[in-house]
C-alpha cells in the first residue's frame, strides 16, 4: 500500500483515538459480563456491564479469573498505546473528547466490527470473547488502513486483499515508516498473542 500526504489528518487521528478508546471500553464490558457469571455474580441483574465507566475496572484487578485477568492485560496494552499515540502526535484528549466528527467516524467502524454480546452463560461468554479479539483486530487495521491511505471512505478494491494484508500484518511482513501505523500495527500483533492465549480457556 502507498503512503499519502495527509489531507484529513486531524480527523484521522482524532478517529483512532476514539476507536481505541471504543476498544478498552469493550474489553472493560466484557470483563464484566464474564465476572457477573462466577465471581461478582451477587451483583448480576444489579449492574449493567455496558453502564460501567471505561477506566472503573479495579473490581476486575481483584479477580482470579484467567479470562478476565487476560481481558485486563489486553486493555492495558490498548491503554498504553493511547497514550503513545496520544503523545506522538501531541492529541489535546478533552479537545478530541467532543469531536463529534472524529467519535462519529470512529463509531462507524466500531460498529461495523464489532457485535452485542448476547451469550447467556460462561461458556458461551467466553466464546463471544474470543470472537471479539478478531473483531477487535479487524477494527484497528480498517482505521490503520484509513490512516495509511488518506481516506476516511475505503474504496472497495482494497477489500480484496484485506484479510491477506491483515495477515501480512501479523506475520510482521507488512512494514511501514509511519510511526502511528506502526503502533497499531504492533499492537494488533500484541492481541493477537491474547487472542491466542484465549483459546486455550475456550
Not at 15 to 36: D, I, R, W
Not at 62 to 84: C, R
Request: one cysteine or more.
Amino acid at each position: 500500500m502507498k503512503e499519502k500526504q495527509r489531507g484529513n489528518e486531524k480527523i484521522l487521528l482524532g478517529m483512532v483515538s476514539y476507536v481505541l478508546s471504543f476498544t478498552v471500553s469493550e474489553f472493560c464490558k466484557y470483563g464484566y459480563t464474564l465476572a457477573f457469571e462466577k465471581e461478582l455474580s451477587d451483583l448480576k441483574g444489579l449492574v449493567k456491564a455496558d453502564s460501567i465507566y471505561e477506566n472503573d475496572y479495579e473490581i476486575l484487578e481483584t479477580l482470579n479469573d484467567p479470562a478476565v485477568v487476560l481481558l485486563l492485560n489486553s486493555l492495558n496494552k490498548v491503554a498504553e498505546a493511547i497514550q503513545m499515540f496520544s503523545m506522538i502526535n501531541n492529541i489535546d484528549e478533552v479537545e478530541n473528547m467532543f469531536d463529534q466528527e472524529c467519535h462519529q467516524h470512529a463509531s462507524n467502524n466500531f460498529h461495523f466490527y464489532v457485535n452485542e454480546s448476547v451469550g447467556t452463560s460462561y461458556e458461551s461468554l467466553l466464546m463471544e470473547t474470543h470472537e471479539l479479539y478478531f473483531s477487535v483486530m479487524h477494527l484497528i487495521f480498517h482505521t490503520a488502513y484509513q490512516l495509511r491511505l488518506d481516506k476516511i471512505d475505503l474504496p472497495e478494491a482494497i477489500f480484496d486483499t484485506f484479510y491477506f494484508d491483515f495477515l501480512d500484518v501479523l506475520d510482521n511482513n507488512m512494514k511501514t515508516d509511519d510511526k502511528n501505523i506502526r503502533l497499531l500495527f504492533e499492537l494488533i500483533v500484541d492481541l493477537n498473542d491474547d487472542a491466542v492465549a484465549f483459546s486455550n480457556l475456550t
